[in-house]
């Protein structure tokens, strides 16, 4: 038993089938990414389907969380996400269709007795396979009226075999695969059988998804088998691991992806960063969603786990930050800046916001930063000092923010420029370094010992309302 990664490439259709029990977590929007990627790259479809046959633990909460997980991703699907439950009378008529071919049976076993043979295989040291002594019963031995649940008839001998695009050629020998359980004893599909059918029905031909689904891929290949349906082309992707290599934890960065929008990072700096985690074009790091769509292939993909490392997404984040507009930034950052400020901005905020943009954005390396960056802007007067601006701000340089004042009140051009002349002659004059000049202007104007270059402070501020700043600090 076998499967071949060669299909028609023209009508690629992928699929992201996230289970609704929690939030969307990195890895599973890494996977999303990669399957969407993919069937962009050939012009294909990318389904999204709700795996929420565990009615227990779905929650409408989870799917709306997945949902607006990828849409903040701008990664859109193609046509309505699919409810796996609502599918169930069709997995229960592939169950019916693999009796009659004689791929299944009915296993009346109970619970006393499964769990007998898993104690004496457990004593005797070997595999948990639970061989059904109903598997070759037919239906003048079946106890009438006793509950039973349908299983798949796997084979006994040989081996199954996955031509996987990420992990070569994969092998287990069938001995080692139980039959599987496909209809539970309340007529209810598994989830085993419900996802090949599903994945069938919705005539999807590459399943990208992380490795932990490799065992399942074996299993479920059978059932296609005996089905007589195309098999799909495999392509398992290592998991995403921390720094010290052990699998991702919170602490490492397994959040939902609704954590680093709060953490101010942007869409397209994530997906940058999920893109080379695990996949990579030679030595390039920064590829745009336009070049990534270009580029991708399942032969990019390495076989080794990929390590995650918020230091480097801080560090595709600040790029795309300073490649940005600084309108979109304004609108970005906005949320975060009326959260800091605990009031709405006002047009002239916006109109303050947007003309500083262009200096703070290069700074930043997330919106959080760039909203704490660009509270100065709006603090009212007399500014509270932070604890390095406090010490700046000594006798001497108190001093020197007096005589400062007189060389820029003469200013009528309050401009970047006209201030940076002002401010080099009065430092000339008076025999200073200009950072004795600049570091108190700083702490001064806004209640920090870091900001954009101060000429642009300046600028932004306005005259009145920079010495004015100045003035308060003179007085203290």
């Known amino acids: 038993m076998g499967s071949g990664p060669h299909v028609n490439k023209t009508n690629v259709v992928t699929r992201f089938a996230p289970s609704p029990t929690g939030f969307l977590h990195i890895g599973g929007a890494r996977t999303a990414l990669f399957n969407w990627l993919f069937a962009r790259h050939h012009g294909g479809q990318f389904l999204l389907r709700i795996e929420d046959t565990d009615r227990s ?29 609502s599918c169930a009378d069709r997995h229960r008529e592939i169950a019916q269709a693999l009796l009659e071919k004689g ?48 299983r798949f008839k796997a084979p006994l001998s040989g081996e199954t075999v996955i031509e996987d695009h990420v992990q070569g050629l994969v092998r287990v020998p069938n001995q080692e695969l139980d039959d599987m359980v496909l209809l539970r004893s309340d007529g209810s599909p598994t989830y085993m059988l419900s996802v090949v059918v599903d994945d069938h029905d919705m005539g999807v031909t590459h399943i990208i998804r992380g490795d932990d689904h ?58 940058n960063y999920l893109l080379r985690l695990g996949w990579g074009h030679g030595d390039t790091e920064l590829i745009s969603t336009e070049d990534a769509i270009e580029l991708f292939s399942l032969e990019g993909i390495g076989k080794g786990a990929a390590c995650f490392d918020f230091k480097k997404l801080a560090s595709f984040n600040g790029h795309y930050i300073r490649q940005s507009s600084p309108a979109r930034l304004c609108e970005q950052v906005r949320p975060f800046l009326e959260k800091d400020l605990n009031r709405g901005l006002l047009a002239d905020d916006l109109t303050l916001l947007s003309k500083a943009m262009p200096g703070l954005q290069e700074r930043a390396k997330t919106l959080l930063e760039l909203s704490e960056s660009a509270l100065f802007l709006f603090k009212e007067r007399p500014l509270l000092m932070n604890e390095p601006a406090e010490k700046i701000l000594n006798d001497e340089a108190r001093s020197i923010l007096a005589s400062s004042i007189n060389a820029l009140e003469p200013i009528k051009d309050w401009s970047a420029s006209s201030i940076e002349q002002a401010l080099q002659a009065f430092a000339e004059a008076h025999e200073l370094k200009f950072g004795k000049v600049a570091q108190p202007l700083r702490a001064a104007l806004t209640g920090s010992n870091v900001s954009p270059g101060i000429y642009d402070v300046l600028e932004v501020l306005g005259r009145d309302e920079s010495l004015g700043r100045l003035r308060d600090q003179t007085k203290a």
């Not at 779905?58 to 796996?84: F, M, R």
């Not at 082309?233 to 954590?259: E, F, N, Q």
């Open 57 to 85: 633990r779905s929650t409408d909460q989870a799917v709306a969380a997945i949902l607006d997980g990828l849409k903040w991703l701008e990664l859109d699907w193609d046509g309505e996400a699919i409810s796996q439950a």
């Open 103 to 150: 791929h299944a049976y009915r296993c009346f076993a109970t619970q006393e007795e499964l769990q007998a043979a898993r104690e004496q295989a457990r004593a005797e040291g070997r595999p948990l396979r639970f061989a059904s002594p109903w598997r070759d019963s037919t239906a003048v031995d079946h106890p009438e009226g006793r509950p039973f649940v349908i």
């Open 214 to 271: 490799l065992t399942n891929a074996f299993r479920q290949i059978q059932i296609i088998h005996a089905m007589d349906w195309t098999a799909p082309v495999y392509a398992h992707i290592p998991l995403i691991h921390g720094p010290d290599g052990k699998k991702l934890s919170k602490r490492h960065g397994a959040l939902g992806i609704d954590a680093y929008q709060e953490m101010g990072y942007l869409p397209q700096a994530l997906r």
